[in-house]
């Protein structure tokens, strides 16, 4: 059993940066790959990005270049670096971890799920 909790969400203006933090809880952390995932008002759940255990990356299209996802197994958690930030990433971000060795953008193949934080972008 792995629990998440998100943290570093709020309201920043168009261009700024924030940053997201995720803690899990659970032994074997390292061994999980890590997502992030967005869901704005009205619409599905969107991928943006995810590391694996070993430290591969992936991104969602509309975050590639400005979004960093890295991982501190040591500290059991997962960040998110948000730059250049816009009114279109408005959204809840969940982070989510999945025990496959392989970054995946469906969110049905992540096993375990934060409660989501939000971030809003003023344009």
């Known amino acids: 059993q792995v629990q998440l909790v998100e943290s570093g969400g709020g309201l920043v203006q168009a261009g700024g940066s924030l940053t997201l933090s995720c803690a899990a809880s659970?032994?074997?952390?390292?061994?999980?790959?890590m997502g992030w995932f967005r869901q704005a008002q009205g619409k599905e759940r969107k991928f943006v990005a995810g590391?694996?255990?070993?430290?591969?990356?992936d991104y969602g299209d509309s975050v590639k270049g400005r979004f960093t996802i890295s991982r501190d197994n040591a500290k059991n958690t997962v960040y998110l670096q948000m730059n250049s930030l816009k009114a279109e990433d408005t959204a809840v971000y969940y982070c989510?971890?999945?025990?496959?060795?392989?970054?995946?953008?469906?969110?049905?193949?992540?096993?375990?799920w934060g409660q989501g934080t939000q971030v809003t972008v003023s344009s």
């Open positions: 989510a971890a999945r025990q496959g060795q392989i970054v995946t953008p469906n969110p049905q193949q992540y096993d375990y």
């Open positions: 659970g032994r074997t952390f390292s061994f999980y790959t």
């Open positions: 590391i694996s255990w070993s430290g591969g990356v």
